[in-house]
């Protein structure tokens, strides 16, 4: 195991969070304020409580997985595609490393600005409005186990790329419809029976289900299952990855 | 001298059908600058991607220091180093940033005094804050030597480091290699420049549609295969070729009023004393005379047609 390379390649990712700072902050700060006047505020005052939760209280989880699930694949996909574009990977190649090395970086590194940016947004709704969390344990828990699959997805989308619309496609035509279909907005139980069937198949529901039990205590999905449900997509992912690096697809010829 | 690396039966084919490696078997020693020298696409790139981890071969194998490339692909690589033929840079990073980078994927710890040693040899010291995308293509090119040599490998790879250089970073590269064979390193290059491998080469590989045609040294090389050629020039125009010179198979260039004689260098008869003296007996009368070795490019032009 080649720790120096692990760390080299993490101090040379955040290196670049740190440089783009004010883009990797800003732009999701801005769009959850955005988010909560307009849902919090606005709406939001005119819409019951869910759960004994006010409504603006109660997007707070969502919208904070919402930019950790974003945030996590952009980084990750951009930080192994880019190198690949640019023609720079092949010292990753020449290196005398493994791809555990490599997975450890990359998604190291983008797991580990999401969860800042996850961080600053949860500060952020500390403004607009009043919310308490009660397992600050399991929050923390969820929201890194949700950062470290989703940016493992994130790194699968960076390789199979072929072109930076690939890189941009995933994100936007999947996750952004998963994850408004998966209850940041609303309760599950507040769909029709079909629907809620429907919504089982959304890994996203789980996450946010569990997220928000670590919040207010009251889920959707009983709390167990949601965890299972993200271990299985993380090993899922980790087992493409292996696969990926073991046959060269998409890396060597 | 054991080989330094050392290549048995290497075979890659792609799945189009296309060969781009044939069979080929390379040992080379330490301390040597060997040239692979051939056409663009003839393999050279393939094989030295193949040796540094970039490609996978479809059958044979490869050893650095006596440990496999793939089986052993840490110890190997550690002691690899390699330069791109495309400049590969991240832009926004300084020069030292990106060796400190390199030096790290290779487990090794920060060390100021190499990597400033390293940057002065290069002429980089005083860039060494720059970002890359700062940079001009011939520094570029030597950032990617440093980063190539910052782990301190004992065996260099250059993918084709003069490609589209013009003539003067050219000399100056070829310096930087001389410097670094001087400092002990083990430097193969690839290139499609005959003058190039003719410079700075002590042994040369012909790669011809991937197979590997011969590896010798340069000096033998050209003696093998080299031919001299004799121009003598006349007084006189020649109107009819005398019978007596028939046997020669002279060229003859009215223009120029000069004869070509073509002999084999290391022939053991070159037969230059016997044309003398019949072109003194058909009395021709001589002006000047000249003679020229054949340059690598010859031989190789040769090789390759031969095949």
Redesign the interface.
Known sequence: MNFQAVRSIYSFEMARFFRTLSQSLISPVLSTSLYFIVFGAAIGSRIEEIDGVSYGAFIVPGLIMLSVLTQSISNASFGIYFPKFLGSIYELHTAPVSFVEIVLGYVGAAATKSALIGLVILATAEFFVDFEILHWGAMLAFLALTCISFSLFGFIIGIWSKNFEQLQMVPLLVITPLVFLGGSFYSISMLPPFWQTVTLFNPVVYLISGFRWAFYGAADINIGVSLMMIAVFMFICLGIIAWTFKTGYKIKT | MAAIVSVKNLSKH?DGGFQALKDVNLDIEQGEILALLGPNGAGKTTLISII?????ASSGSATVGGFDVVGD???A??L?G?V?Q????????TVI?AL??????????NDPALLKDILEKLSLWDKKDAKTMELSGGMKRRVLIA?ALCHEPRVLFLDEPTAGVDVELRKEMWDVVRQLKADGVTIILTTHYIEEAEAIADRVGVISKGELLLVEKKETLMQRMGMRQMRVELMQPLEVMPEILKPYELDYSADERTLIYSYEANGERTGIASLFADLSKAGIILRDVETRQSSLEDIFVGLVEGK
């Open positions: 792609y540094c981890g970039l490609v996978k692909f840490r110890q690589r550690s690899i390699l791109p495309e400049i590969a840079l991240e832009p926004f990073q940033d400190r980078f390199t030096r790290g994927l290779f487990g090794k710890r980063k």
